[in-house]
C-alpha cells in the first residue's frame, strides 16, 4: 500500500496521475500495500520535494525534471526472498532504474529492519518513508483498512469504486498516509496444517494467527499463537504452533 502522509500538497499529484498511462501501468503492476509518507519530520525539510518526486518517479518521469535525486527508505513486511518480497523488490529496482536522478527507492530490509506490526506505526510517525505491508499487521490503529480483503475485484477496477476512496479516506486519517496500490490480487485464504485435525475440526489445535483470522478461528475453538510472518516456519519445526493461517 502506498500512501503519501498527509501535510503535503498532493493534488498536482494525482492529476499527473491521472493522466499517464505509464503511471496506471506502474502503480498496477505490483499489488500489496505500500505506504509513502511525506511531511515535515523528512529529513531535510523536503517533504513537499520527496512527495512530488517519488509521484513522478511512479509516472516513470513524466517529463518533469528536478535539479536533485531525492531517495526515500522503504520496508517490507516479509523477508526479500520470499514470494511477496520479490515482487515488491522488482517494484524498487524497476523504479529506480526508470527514475535515476529524481527519485531512488533504498529497500532498508523487512521484518529483520523493522519487525511487521510496528511497520505502520512506522510509516505514521515519520521512521521510513514507504512501507509494502498488508493492512491486517495496522488494525489496532485503522480496523477500516482491513476490509480491502473483502473486495471481489483486481485492484485496476478496485480504484475506480467508492470503496478504494474509502480505503483511502482511513488512511489518510488513520494512518497520515496515502493508498497508493496493492499488490496479490486473486489469492485466496489458506489454513495449512502439521496433522489432519481431529474428526475433521480445528477446535483446539494451536494455529498461527493474523488480525484477519483472529475471528474465524476464535469461532472454531481454535488455540491463538501470533507471530510475525518470517517466524512461521520456526514455529511449525519448534511445535509452537499446529498450522496457521495464510496470507
Excluded at 474465524?216 to 511449525?236: D, I, N, R
Aim: glycine share 8%.
Amino acid at each position: 500500500m502506498a500512501a503519501l502522509r498527509i501535510g503535503a500538497p498532493i493534488a498536482a499529484v494525482r492529476s499527473r496521475a491521472s493522466t499517464s498511462r505509464n503511471a496506471e501501468h506502474l502503480q498496477d503492476a505490483w499489488r500489496h500495500r505500500t505506504i509513502i509518507r511525506a511531511d515535515g519530520s523528512l529529513p531535510g525539510g523536503q517533504e513537499m520535494k520527496r512527495s512530488i518526486a517519488l509521484a513522478t518517479a511512479l509516472l516513470t518521469c513524466a517529463g518533469i525534471a528536478w535539479a536533485q535525486e531525492t531517495t526515500l527508505n522503504a520496508v517490507l513486511f516479509v523477508p526479500r526472498n520470499t514470494t511477496f518480497g520479490e515482487i515488491f523488490a522488482r517494484f524498487v529496482d524497476h523504479l529506480n532504474a526508470q527514475a535515476k536522478g529524481v527519485v531512488q527507492l533504498r529497500l532498508i530490509g523487512g521484518p529483520d529492519a523493522i519487525p511487521t506490526f510496528e511497520q505502520g506505526n512506522a510509516v505514521k510517525n515519520g521512521v521510513v518513508d514507504v512501507a509494502s505491508v498488508a493492512p491486517t499487521f495496522y488494525t489496532n490503529f485503522c480496523p477500516e483498512c482491513d476490509a480491502q480483503i473483502l473486495a471481489p475485484l483486481q485492484t485496476p477496477q478496485l480504484k475506480k469504486t467508492a470503496f478504494w476512496t474509502a480505503l483511502e479516506k482511513y488512511t489518510n486519517q488513520k494512518v497520515n498516509a496515502h493508498l497508493l496500490t496493492a499488490y496479490a490480487d486473486g489469492i485466496g485464504f489458506h489454513i495449512w496444517t502439521t496433522k489432519p485435525p481431529a474428526g475433521g475440526a480445528l477446535k483446539g489445535m494451536r494455529l498461527r494467527t493474523t488480525p484477519n483470522y483472529t475471528p474465524l478461528f476464535q469461532a472454531l475453538g481454535v488455540s491463538l499463537v501470533q507471530t510475525p510472518p518470517g517466524e512461521v516456519m520456526t514455529a511449525l519445526e519448534r511445535g509452537v504452533v499446529d498450522g496457521y493461517g495464510w496470507p
